[in-house]
């Protein structure tokens, strides 16, 4: 049977990620922080008691990606697919005319590109032993050099501009062993990633999950000599 994991999967695009893909028949381990104070993860656990794995982790922190690395050997010998979802956004007021949070972009940049290359890497030796060996990382139109219109955002936009150039390299020292590594746009989707639920958006998580994960159904066509950069629509993005 396939295998997924899935982080930040607690609530939003992580949730409705894991859903998504508990409906395809996979087991997903689904991972993130609070995960037990989390109604969507109890209700799916009700729903797909034999195929839901939950388990805690804070992929900023070391011992905690290492920790949640050996429960999942211990439950498994492989992983098929690996979806890198877990990201926070940091200030998007700032400006280099005005004050700059140094601490605050570490921190950002700690979670969404040293946090997903954390748990790449520790969750590597499953993945080479899975069928797809599939890594998709949820960036963002944000991280795209060529089409900056943006005069702030320093963190999120320069920690996605750093996650798409991470998954370059991992996608060069996989693909001839059959690794792929696939960074995928979600669309401007309802989150909390803000503090609280931006009802604004364009998207529900649901919505965005349908489109990513039909993406995902279709990998093989995805398939290069780089990771495929593209929105959720499947149209490429600059980098």
Same mark, same amino acid.
């Given at each position: 049977?396939?295998?997924?994991?899935?982080?930040?999967?607690?609530?939003?695009?992580?949730?409705?990620l894991?859903?998504q893909?508990?409906?395809?028949?996979?087991?997903?381990?689904?991972?993130?922080? #609070?995960?037990?104070?989390?109604?969507?993860?109890?209700?799916?656990?009700?729903?797909?008691?034999?195929?839901l794995?939950?388990?805690?982790?804070?992929?900023?922190?070391?011992?905690?990606?290492?920790?949640?690395?050996?429960?999942?050997?211990?439950?498994?010998?492989?992983? #098929?697919?690996?979806?890198n979802?877990?990201?926070?956004?940091?200030?998007?007021?700032?400006?280099?005319?005005?004050p700059?949070?140094?601490?605050?972009?570490?921190?950002?940049?700690n979670?969404?590109?040293?946090?997903?290359?954390?748990?790449?890497?520790?969750?590597?030796?499953?993945?080479?032993?899975?069928?797809?060996?599939l890594?998709?990382?949820?960036?963002?139109?944000?991280?795209?050099?060529?089409?900056?219109?943006?005069?702030?955002?320093?963190?999120?936009?320069?920690?996605?501009?750093?996650?798409?150039?991470?998954?370059?390299?991992v996608?060069?020292?996989?693909?001839?062993?059959?690794?792929?590594?696939?960074?995928?746009?979600?669309?401007?989707?309802?989150?909390y990633?803000?503090?609280?639920?931006?009802?604004?958006?364009?998207?529900?998580?649901?919505?965005?999950?349908?489109?990513?994960?039909?993406?995902?159904?279709?990998h093989?066509?995805f398939?290069? #000599?780089?990771?495929?950069?593209?929105?959720?629509?499947?149209?490429?993005?600059?980098?």
């Open positions: 049977m396939k295998t997924v994991c899935v982080t930040g999967a607690a609530r939003g695009l992580g949730l409705a894991t859903a893909m508990l409906k395809r028949g996979y087991i997903v381990y689904a991972a993130g922080l #609070d995960m037990e104070e989390s109604q969507g993860i109890r209700t799916l656990t009700d729903a797909y008691p034999k195929h794995r939950v388990i805690e982790l804070d992929i900023a922190d070391d011992l905690s990606v290492a920790l949640f690395t050996e429960t999942l050997k211990l439950d498994t010998e492989h992983l #098929d697919m690996l979806i979802n877990a990201a926070i956004l940091g200030s998007i007021t700032d400006h280099i005319r005005g700059l949070n140094m601490a605050e972009m570490a921190e950002v940049f979670v969404n590109t040293l946090g997903t290359l954390r748990v790449t890497h520790a969750l590597l030796p499953l993945l080479l032993q899975g069928t797809n060996k890594i998709v990382d949820i960036s963002s139109e944000a991280g795209s050099i060529e089409q900056c219109s943006r005069d702030g955002w320093f963190a999120y936009c320069m920690s996605k501009s750093a996650l798409n150039m991470q998954a370059r390299l996608h060069n020292g996989l693909r001839n062993e059959g690794g792929q590594v696939m960074l995928i746009h979600p669309g401007w989707v309802q989150s990633m803000s503090g609280e639920l931006n009802t604004d958006a364009d998207l529900t998580p649901d919505q965005s999950a349908q489109y990513i994960t039909a993406l995902i159904d279709r093989k066509e398939m290069g #000599d780089q990771p495929a950069y593209v929105d959720y629509k499947g149209d490429t993005l600059p980098w």
